[in-house]
C-alpha cells in the first residue's frame, strides 16, 4: 500500500502546485492585471483547470486509486491503514469521484457558460434589465442541475450543489437550522427596532479619515491577531478578499473609504481571520487533502469570529477606541466607549445583504438558500424568480426592493454558477458562535486578554483546535466534534440575545 499511496500523493502535489499557480493569477487578476490582459487571462486559467481535470480522470490516478480503495464507497482496502490514511484516501477519492461525474463537455461548458453569465450580469445589473439576464441564468441552471445529477451526492440536486462547498451537510438539516434562526431573528429584530433606546443615527463623523492612518489600524490589528506579516501581504480590491496560494504566501485586501474608517477596518478583520486559518494550515506534506480547509462554512467562521465577536464586542473596544481616537483625534474625540459600541453594531433592516449588519444578515442568506433550493430542485422557474424574491424580502425583512437591481439581481452567486454557496454565510456564524463559546470554556479569562489587545491568545486556541486539524473533519463534524452537540442555531442566537439586549434593552 505504501507504494501506492506515495505515488498518488505524488499526483495529488501535482495537482497542488497547478491550483497554486491559478491563484497566483487570479491574485494578480483582482489587483494589478491591467484591463486588456483578460483575454489571455481568461485562456491561462481554463488551461490550468484543465490539466488539473486531466490529472484526475487520467487512467493512472484511476489505476492508482483503485488498488488503494473500494471505488463505490471511497473506503480503504487495507485493514492496517491508519485513520489518517483512510481519510486521506477518502478524501482523493471524492475528488476523483466529483471530477469524473461530470466529464470533458460539461466541464467546459459550463466553464464558458460561467464567464459569459457572470460578464452580462456585470453590466445587465446596473440597468436593472432582468429580461436579458433571464435567459442566461436558466441555461445556467441546466447546466448545474445536469452537474448534480451526475455528481448525485444526496437526496435531491440541490444536495449534490451544496456538498462542493459544504460536504457532509444537507438540505433538511438546513432547513431546520434555518427554521430555528428565522422564528428568534425576526422577533428579535422586532424587539430592537422597537426599543425606547433605539436609534438609526450614526454616532461617528464623517470623513475624512486618512488612508495611510486606515491602513496602519488595519496593520496594526491584523498583526495583534497574529498574522506573520513576512508570509502574507495586505492590498486593495474593490471587493476585498483573501487568497492563500500557499500556508507561507496568503493575500489578503480591503477597500479605503475616505468618508467612514469602518468598511476598511472591518474588511481586513474579517479577511484576516480567513487569512489566519490559511497560514494555520501545515504546508507539509505538500498537496495533502488533509491539510485544506475543511469547508467554506468554517472558512467563514474563521473571518466572522474575529470581525463580529470579537472587533464589535465590548472587551475588544476597551484596547481598540483609545489606538482609534489617536489616530483620529479630530473626528472621534468625543466619542465613549457605548457610542463606539452602538456605532460598529447599528441594526437596520435593508435591502442589500453585504450591507447588512449583524442581526439582519442571516435572513438574506435563508432567503436565498429557500429560493435557489426550489430553482435546483425544479420547483420555482426563473421568471417566477423576481417575483418569489420580492414577497419573501417583505416576509423577512419587511421591505419590497423597488427594482431587480436591489432585488433579485444584487449578487454574483447565481450568475456564475454558485448555487449551494450562500448558506456558507450563515454556517459561518453559526459555527462562530459555537467555537467561541468552547473557546470561552477553555480560556475563562479570554474577555480580560481582549480587553488587553492580547489577541493571539484566540488565535492560538483556533490554531490548536480549528487550523492545524485541515480537514481530518467536515465543517459541521469538526463543531460538533469540539462542542459536545450537533450544530443547532442555539449558541448564534444566544449570543445575538445577549449581545443585542445590553445594546438595545429588548427585554
Ligand atoms: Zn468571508
Redesign the pocket.
Known amino acids: 500500500m505504501q507504494a501506492g499511496l506515495q505515488a498518488l500523493m505524488e499526483m495529488l502535489a501535482e495537482i497542488r502546485l497547478l491550483d497554486s499557480v491559478t491563484a497566483v493569477l487570479q491574485w494578480d487578476q483582482e489587483t494589478g492585471m491591467p484591463p486588456a490582459a483578460g483575454g489571455l487571462r481568461a485562456r491561462q486559467l481554463a488551461w490550468l483547470s484543465r490539466r488539473s481535470h486531466d490529472i484526475y480522470t487520467s487512467h493512472a490516478f484511476f489505476n492508482l486509486l483503485e488498488k488503494l480503495v473500494d471505488m463505490e464507497s471511497g473506503s480503504a482496502h487495507d485493514d492496517a491503514a491508519s485513520a489518517e490514511q483512510r481519510r486521506l484516501l477518502y478524501l482523493a477519492w471524492r475528488r476523483w469521484k466529483r471530477h469524473n461525474a461530470l466529464g470533458a463537455e460539461l466541464v467546459s461548458r459550463i466553464a464558458e457558460h460561467e464567464s459569459r453569465t457572470q460578464q452580462a450580469w456585470t453590466h445587465l445589473r446596473p440597468r436593472n434589465d432582468y429580461s436579458t439576464f433571464a435567459p442566461l441564468l436558466r441555461e445556467m441552471l441546466d447546466l448545474k442541475r445536469r452537474e448534480a445529477e451526475a455528481i448525485s451526492l444526496g437526496p435531491t440536486l440541490y444536495d449534490s450543489l451544496l456538498d462542493a462547498f459544504e460536504p457532509g451537510m444537507t438540505a433538511s438539516q438546513l432547513e431546520r437550522i434555518f427554521a430555528t434562526l428565522a422564528a428568534r431573528l425576526v422577533p428579535l429584530i422586532a424587539r430592537i427596532l422597537g426599543s425606547s433606546r433605539y436609534r438609526d443615527d450614526d454616532p461617528f463623523l464623517p470623513g475624512p479619515y486618512a488612508e495611510n492612518t486606515q491602513e496602519a489600524l488595519c496593520r496594526e490589528v491584523l498583526v495583534a491577531m497574529g498574522l506573520d506579516m513576512q508570509a502574507s501581504r495586505l492590498a486593495r480590491s474593490a471587493h476585498p478578499?483573501?487568497i492563500g496560494i500557499n500556508p507561507r504566501d496568503v493575500r489578503l485586501t480591503t477597500r479605503f473609504n475616505p468618508g467612514d474608517f469602518r468598511p476598511a477596518f472591518f474588511a481586513a478583520v474579517?479577511?484576516g481571520?480567513?487569512a489566519l486559518y490559511e497560514q494555520g494550515l501545515k504546508l507539509e506534506p505538500y498537496g495533502s487533502p488533509l491539510e485544506e480547509a475543511a469547508s467554506m462554512g468554517l472558512?467563514?467562521s474563521q473571518?466572522?469570529v474575529w470581525e463580529n465577536q470579537v472587533a464589535r464586542g465590548r472587551p475588544f473596544w476597551n484596547w481598540f477606541l483609545p489606538r482609534l481616537r489617536r489616530a483620529f483625534p479630530q473626528r472621534l474625540d468625543g466619542i465613549d466607549l457605548d457610542t463606539a459600541l452602538r456605532g460598529v453594531n447599528r441594526v437596520q433592516p435593508g435591502l442589500i445583504r453585504v450591507e447588512a449588519d449583524e442581526v439582519t444578515y442571516t435572513l438574506h442568506i435563508i432567503m436565498r438558500f429557500e429560493l435557489e433550493r426550489d430553482l435546483v430542485n425544479g420547483r420555482l422557474d426563473v421568471d417566477e424568480l423576481p417575483e418569489a424574491w420580492n414577497a419573501r424580502s417583505e416576509f423577512y425583512l419587511k421591505l419590497r426592493p423597488p427594482d431587480d437591481r436591489d432585488g433579485v439581481m444584487q449578487d454574483v452567486h447565481w450568475a456564475f454558477g454558485g448555487f449551494g454557496y450562500f448558506p456558507s454565510?450563515a454556517l459561518?456564524n453559526i459555527y462562530a458562535a459555537a467555537l467561541l463559546d468552547r473557546a470561552r470554556r477553555d480560556l475563562p479569562d479570554l474577555d480580560n486578554s481582549l480587553a488587553e489587545g492580547r489577541l493571539t491568545v484566540l488565535t492560538q486556541w483556533l490554531r490548536r483546535h480549528v487550523h492545524s486539524r485541515g480537514s481530518r473533519l467536515f465543517g459541521a463534524d469538526l463543531v460538533a466534534d469540539l462542542t459536545g452537540a450537533v450544530v443547532s442555531a442555539e449558541p448564534y442566537l444566544d449570543y445575538l440575545e445577549t449581545k443585542y439586549s445590553q445594546i438595545y434593552v429588548t427585554s
Do not use: L, M, Q, V
Open positions: 478578499f483573501t474579517h479577511e481571520g480567513h472558512h467563514e473571518s466572522r454565510y459561518g
